[in-house]
């Protein structure tokens, strides 16, 4: 069955960074992606990656500061989160999809499987 599971979160004061990865089996899909969400507020794309070519698309709001990259080999997705922002606490979730509709890669509806989340907290 398809699995997603997310590692990495945790605590860090603001300008700091954390690395996270998304460990995945059972399917490979044509894109893979990280996706956060805060309380009262809806799931946000923020970083995604395609399988084949390895290209990029990043949200707005973490442009510069955040780097995703796979190792399809390892059947992993990572992560690196730079100058982070109180307002980057959230759960930080990871999926992978194949689904096309016109809808731009940083869109949910892309998506078929989730994990389960880890939390990033970050303090001023």
């Known amino acids: 069955q398809v699995q997603l599971v997310e590692s990495g979160g945790g605590s860090v004061l603001a300008g700091g960074s954390l690395r996270l990865s998304c460990l995945t089996s059972?399917?490979?899909?044509?894109?893979m992606g990280w996706f956060r969400q805060a309380p009262g507020k809806k799931r946000e794309g923020i970083a995604t990656?395609?399988?084949?070519?390895?290209?990029?698309d990043y949200a707005d709001s973490v442009k510069g500061r955040f780097i995703i990259s796979r190792n399809n080999a390892a059947n992993t997705l990572d992560l690196q989160m730079n100058s982070l922002k109180p307002e980057d606490s959230a759960m930080y979730y990871c999926?992978?999809?194949?689904?096309?509709?016109?809808?731009?890669?940083?869109?949910?509806?892309?998506?078929?499987?989730w994990g389960q989340g880890t939390q990033v907290t970050v303090s001023s």
């Open positions: 059972g399917y490979s899909g044509r894109y």
């Open positions: 999926a992978v999809g194949s689904l096309v509709g016109g809808w731009s890669v940083l869109d949910e509806r892309v998506y078929e499987y």
């Open positions: 990656i395609s399988r084949v070519r390895g290209t990029t």
